[in-house]
């Protein structure tokens, strides 16, 4: 079955810098478009970024638009999420999320039938 397994998530200052990385498996990885999403307790899975199938369309919220970057893998069935200048606000957890189909990326949660357990991300001083 597919499973996603999302790592590198922690405690960074603010202006930080964090990686994450999301694993993938029991899939043709490089047919599936994959996003990342955030959650904070009480508020709604809200997108982050995403990412076609080859990699060459990326889309990211407004919110991260110029502070992180998604990429992808395909040869290690990875996706990614570089974070810089990290801000209080981006305290969550991160979820990464798969899709297969020919849409080349899609920002709601509904359109993603796959997900990760989540790795928490803490920006705090």
């Known amino acids: 079955q597919v499973q996603l397994v999302e790592s590198g998530g922690g405690l960074v200052q603010p202006g930080g810098s964090l990686g994450l990385s999301c694993a993938a498996s029991g899939l043709t990885f490089s047919s599936y478009a994959m996003g990342w999403f955030r959650q904070v307790p009480g508020k709604e899975r809200e997108f982050v970024a995403a990412?076609?199938?080859?990699?060459?369309?990326?889309y990211y919220a407004d919110s991260v638009k110029g502070r992180f970057t998604i990429s992808r893998d395909n040869a290690k069935n990875t996706v990614y999420l570089q974070m810089n200048s990290l801000k209080p606000e981006d305290t969550a957890v991160y979820y990464c999320?798969?899709?297969?189909?020919?849409?080349?990326?899609?920002?709601?949660?509904?359109?993603?039938?796959?997900w990760g357990q989540g790795t928490q991300v803490t920006v705090s001083s």
């Open positions: 999320a798969g899709r297969k189909d020919n849409i080349p990326v899609v920002t709601s949660s509904e359109g993603y039938p796959y």
């Open positions: 990412l076609s199938k080859i990699g060459g369309i990326t």
